[in-house]
Each structure stands twice: as C-alpha cells, then as structure tokens.
RNA sequence: GUCCCGUUCGUCUAGUGGCCUAGGACGCCGCCCUCUCAAGGCGGAGAUCACGAGUUCGAAUCUCGUACGGGACGCCA
C-alpha cells in the first residue's frame, strides 16, 4: 500500500510556524515512505476563508520547499487525479451533500431547527448540572409532520449526525498509543450547516476518503475530534485511516504558541533572515529525534532518517537560540554565491548601495565574516562600512584612540602604506609588522588603531584583507581622517 | 465543569527492566588558537528522570494513585 497523506490548511490568516511544521511532518513521512504528499484547502468557513491566505500558504510552502504531490497550484490549475482540492468548490459540486443525504436516507443523521437562543439555553443549562455541553437531542426525533410544520414557518435547519452512544471509539495512534474515548461523551455534531455547507469534521472525513489517504498526522488539537471522524467513517461504511497526533509547539510560557511569544507566521522567519533549510532542520527537531540525537541534517537526510515512532507526544518550546544556532551553522555551509544571492535583498533593503562593485569583491566581502552571521539580516550592518564612511563607535573612540600611542601608530603606517605598490593582504601585513617592529610598537598597538580607523569599530573580519577588499584610496584616505580623532598625549 | 493528553539538565532531546554514578545538542562558564570579533578544539557547571506507592533480585523504563501543565468541549478549522 502506497503512503498517502496530506496537510488540510485553512485559509484564515497566515501560515502558522505550527502549521508549518505540521506539513513538514507529513512531507518528510511521505518522502521517506516513497508515498505522496497532497494539500488540499479546507475553506469551508465562507466567512473567513480568503485568496490572500491561500496564497499566503502557496507562498510559504513553496519557500520552505514544501513541494505536493498532489493539489491546487498557485496558478489555478489542479495537480492529482482528485481535483479539485479546494472545499468550498467541492462543495458547490455537491461531493458532500451526496453523503449527507446518504446519511439522512439511512436515518444515520437528521435535520436540527434549533435556534442559536436555544442551543445557548442548552449549553449553560450543562454546564450549571456541571455536565459536559451536549446537544439536548430535541430535534432528532421529529416526524415528518412536524419537520414541515418547522419549515413553513421559516426555520431553517443544519444537518446533524446521530451519534452512536454505546461502547467506546479507540484507535491505535502512532504518536500516542492507544487512545480511547466513551461513545455516550461524544454529541449528535453539525455535518451542514444552513448554508449547505459541510463543516469541517465531515468535510475532512470525506476527502480524506475520498482521497485515499493511509495516514492522518495533524496537531493535538485534533485528538478530540477524531472519535466523532472514526464514527463517520464507519457510518458511511469506509475504513478510517491510521491516525497521528503530534504535539503542539508552545511558547517560553508552556501555553500554545502565539502572537506575544513573538514571530509565528512564516514570512516573518524569512524577513528575519533565516534560511528554509535550517528553519526546516529545527523545526524536524521539535517533537522528533534519531536514536544518536543527530542535530544537523545534510540535504536529503532528513527525508531519509525521518520516523514517526521517534515523534515525542509532549508538547515542545520553541528556543530562539538553538534556531539561531542552527542558522549560522546552515549559513557557514552556504557557497559563496547562493549566501550573496540570499543577503542582496537585505542589503538593499537596508540602503546600502553596491552597484559600483563586482560580484566578485562582493562575494569576497561577504565572505570576510560568514562564520560570524546568525542570520541574513546581520549581514548589511556588518558589511556597510566598506561602502559607506565608517561610523565610529564610542567604546573604539576610548579604547584605541584613547591610546597615547595611537596617533603615532596611525601616521607611520599612513607612511608605509603610502609607499606600498602591492596593496593585497600579505604586504599589507608585513608592512605593519614592520612598521611596528622598528618603532618598538607591538603588533596590536598598530593593528588596533587601523582596524578602527577604517572601519569605526574595535572588530571585524580580519584586518589585512579588509584593507584589500577597501583599496588602497579609501583606506589612506580613513587613516589621515582618523589621525585627527586620536587624542594627542599628554606629556 | 466534563473528557482527552502530557511530565528526563533553563530549552530540544537519547533512553523501551540491568550497559545510567542518565548520553548528545543549544545556551552558559573556563582554557587553547589568535590582529579584534567570530568560527574551531578541549574541558566544566547543569536532571534526586514531577511526586507517592506497588511489581521485580533490580525501574527513568511496567502498574496504580496524586500533583502540576496543556488541549478539546462551535452552524471555526
């Protein structure tokens, strides 16, 4: 039997980081099963749902690499043999109501007149008996007679599903184990709404049917529904696929990721300057691990190592830290080209001009200090003064021009640069030393004071090819500036 | 309130009855390397395995209870 599983976002917003992760469990249990991955848009919800949350979805699947098999393409066309894939068209071509009225005709569900007022009534009457809310039942068993009267009188109605009340509903979840929940705690649910629209738990039933899927890996958040899925599963005589419930991830807190814990949409990853593959690598790490404990994962790996019996079923704190860790470590590993391909739009965008510069002398700055960056957005500030006029820091100021030795330091070297012909690293170090050397100047009480000169600050890449990169104009001429930011000691 | 689920270093986790005086990773601290900052190397601190009973020669691992935390109880998905 060939794995098939699917990821069923909603289109109410943006794509959630738990979402994310969410389809990226169900990709990587495809990939590794040499199964198909499928999406499918579950927009039931005519209020809610929007095109820009789809595209949203598109998009941030798409970045992360998140490729389906199967589904709706950003372009409007269908991939799959069971288009379409989005619900609400679905529903307007009748996939459900074939179903419901199947259902109804077997007497397995019924038509409910209760008003909002009355199913509030009933919900804060269970609740003051200190019972779980429950649908009363009051219209599941209305005679025809009554049913006609209800609607000429305009009521409308939703269809409900009689829920089977004897024994228990169980399953053998993945994650979990064995999971059971007593039939008589489970109610008679909406499976259409007055609009005609199916909800969501019997949409899904359906499609997940109807689309063969093996497996259902989701949130959690969804343990609690599925004895009512299992139920309509088996009252429209189908077998129920194998069920697995990951964790969600939380916050610092312990509570349920959201906004206050700060990004959560997956845009927002990326404007931060992470790069998909480490986000993906981490996010495999919430919730899963190998029997080594494996951190790093090399392209393809994950998709090869990936098991679901190693999903833990506690919820996982998401830790900034480790991610940024992991992020420099995929931005370190990153060639030259595509690291400079990746920083060009951070550094536009934060204004920095590089249109007079090769590519190649590009890609040699950025390379300077690529074992330092945690993330693509850290580059702009820490390349910007080989464009720009240095911007001195204050500690620089006091600490190394603060030095009696400083000015003097930075005229001899002014000197001997200015006889330099080769102006590349090797020479431009041993000019220092030696300038150094026969001044009776340590190598850092010349080094030190041509680092901040020219760049304003106390660190950076290492100092000799950073003059290379600079030319031979521009660092004489930030040396003579400098001289007079020195303070002249005293005597 | 009812139901369901969970609980190993601060965090992510390894661990499926003896190899555990509990291993790895992030973070933290120290040392080395060194023109600075990083990166890298080496080392360190950090978990009475939520608690309490029980089963067993032996329990982080099995059973039961307690506590705490989370989730679900919608014509949302």
């Known amino acids: 039997m060939t794995v098939r599983v699917r990821f069923a976002p909603s289109p109410t917003g943006f794509l959630h980081i738990g979402g994310v992760r969410t389809a990226l469990f169900n990709y990587l249990f495809a990939k590794k099963n040499k199964g198909t991955f499928l999406l499918r848009i579950e927009d039931t919800d005519e209020e809610r749902s929007t095109q820009a949350s789809t595209d949203a979805i598109f998009e941030g699947m798409q970045w992360m690499n998140l490729l389906w098999d199967e589904g709706?393409?950003?372009?409007?066309?269908?991939?799959?043999?069971?288009?379409?894939?989005?619900?609400?068209?679905?529903?307007?071509?009748?996939?459900?109501?074939?179903?419901?009225?199947?259902?109804?005709?077997?007497?397995?569900?019924?038509?409910c007149y209760c008003t909002e007022?009355?199913?509030?009534?009933?919900?804060?009457?269970?609740?003051?008996?200190?019972?779980?809310?429950?649908?009363?039942?009051?219209?599941?068993?209305?005679?025809?007679?009554?049913?006609?009267?209800?609607?000429?009188?305009?009521?409308?109605?939703?269809?409900?599903?009689?829920?089977?009340?004897?024994g228990d509903v169980e399953w053998d979840d993945l994650i979990r184990g064995h999971v059971k929940f007593a039939s008589k705690d489970l109610y008679d649910l909406v499976i259409q709404k007055t609009s005609g629209y199916p909800t969501y738990n019997f949409a899904v039933v359906v499609d997940d049917h109807l689309m063969r899927m093996t497996h259902v890996i989701r949130g959690d958040d969804h343990i609690s529904n599925t004895p009512a899925q299992i139920q309509l599963y088996r009252a429209l005589g189908w077998k129920e696929p194998i069920f697995a419930h990951l964790s969600m991830i939380h916050g610092p807190d312990g509570k349920k990721l959201s906004k206050r814990h700060g990004a959560t949409n997956v845009v927002e990853f990326r404007n931060m300057g992470y790069l998909p593959e480490a986000l993906k690598n981490y996010l495999a790490l919430l919730g899963w691990a190998t029997s080594d404990s494996q951190q790093l994962f090399a392209p393809g790996e994950l998709e090869e190592k990936f098991d679901i019996a190693g999903c833990q079923p506690s919820p996982a704190v998401m830790d900034p830290e480790k991610l940024n860790w992991m992020n420099g470590e995929y931005i370190r590993a990153t060639p030259l080209p595509r690291l400079t391909d990746l920083a060009?739009?951070?550094?536009?965008?934060?204004?920095?001009?590089?249109s007079g510069v090769s590519r190649e002398k590009l890609e040699g700055i950025i390379s300077l200090e690529q074992e330092k960056y945690k993330l693509l957005t850290e580059i702009p500030d820490l390349i910007r003064f080989f464009f720009e006029d240095p911007v001195f820091e204050q500690e620089a100021l006091d600490k190394v021009f603060g030095k009696p030795e400083a000015k003097q330091a930075l005229e001899l070297i002014i000197d001997a640069y200015g006889k330099l012909t080769d102006f590349t690293e090797t020479h431009l170090?041993?000019?220092?030393?030696?300038?150094?050397?026969?001044?009776?100047?340590?190598?850092?009480?010349?080094?030190?004071?041509?680092?901040?000169?020219?760049?304003?600050?106390?660190?950076?890449?290492?100092?000799?090819?950073?003059?290379?990169?600079?030319?031979?104009?521009?660092?004489?001429?930030?040396?003579?500036?400098?001289?007079?930011?020195?303070?002249?000691?005293?005597?």
Do not use: W
């Open 72 to 111: 709706p393409m950003p372009d409007g066309t269908n991939k799959g043999p069971d288009a379409p894939y989005y619900q609400a068209i679905r529903a307007d071509q009748g996939i459900y109501k074939k179903y419901i009225d199947q259902l109804l005709a077997e007497g397995k569900a019924y038509k």
């Open 117 to 166: 007022e009355e199913l509030e009534a009933n919900r804060q009457k269970c609740l003051a008996e200190h019972r779980p809310p429950k649908y009363d039942g009051k219209c599941a068993h209305l005679t025809p007679e009554q049913q006609k009267e209800l609607e000429a009188q305009g009521r409308k109605y939703v269809i409900r599903f009689r829920m089977p009340q004897e």
């Open 344 to 354: 060009l739009p951070f550094i536009q965008k934060a204004g920095i001009n590089v």
């Open 429 to 491: 170090e041993t000019a220092a030393r030696t300038t150094a050397k026969e001044n009776g100047l340590k190598a850092g009480q010349i080094f030190h004071p041509i680092r901040v000169a020219v760049s304003g600050r106390t660190h950076g890449p290492t100092l000799f090819k950073m003059l290379e990169y600079m030319g031979k104009d521009t660092v004489l001429e930030r040396l003579k500036k400098a001289v007079t930011y020195c303070k002249t000691p005293v005597c």
